[in-house]
């Protein structure tokens, strides 16, 4: 499975923007795929996750409703739509996907992951 993600970029902050990752490869294997962040200095931590069947989607405690992650079964792709964003939004964003069908906030859990796309949010 192979994993392109992209949209990143700069943002003012109160801003919106849309990342998507596009999946290639044994798609079909793929259940759920998340999103992941990492500033710099920090530790990646979980953004966003959605089941790829059925829709169910879980969040970061810091997005409290300005994220919405949703998928494009017909393109294969996931989005991440983002709005009201803050300098502390600031990292690079990566997209990961996993085989199991269980929903996971645990970037261990996660086997394939794409290349990260940067977004920076200015003040």
């Known amino acids: 499975v192979q994993l392109q993600a992209c949209g990143g970029g700069t943002v003012q902050a109160g801003g919106s923007l849309r990342l998507s990752c596009a999946a290639s490869?044994?798609?079909?294997?793929?259940?759920?795929v998340g999103w992941f962040r990492q500033a710099p200095g920090k530790e990646r931590e979980f953004v966003a996750v959605?089941?790829?069947?059925?829709?169910?989607?879980t969040y970061g405690d810091f997005v409290k409703g300005r994220f919405a992650i949703s998928r494009d079964s017909a393109k294969n792709t996931v989005h991440l739509q983002m709005s009201n964003m803050q300098p502390e939004d600031t990292a690079t964003y990566y997209c990961?996907?996993?085989?199991?069908?269980?929903?996971?906030?645990?970037?261990?859990?996660?086997?394939?992951w794409g290349q990260g796309t940067e977004l920076t949010v200015s003040s």
């Open positions: 990961a996907a996993r085989n199991s069908r269980v929903v996971s906030t645990d970037k261990y859990h996660y086997r394939y």
């Open positions: 490869g044994r798609i079909s294997s793929v259940n759920t």
């Open positions: 959605i089941d790829w069947s059925g829709g169910r989607t």
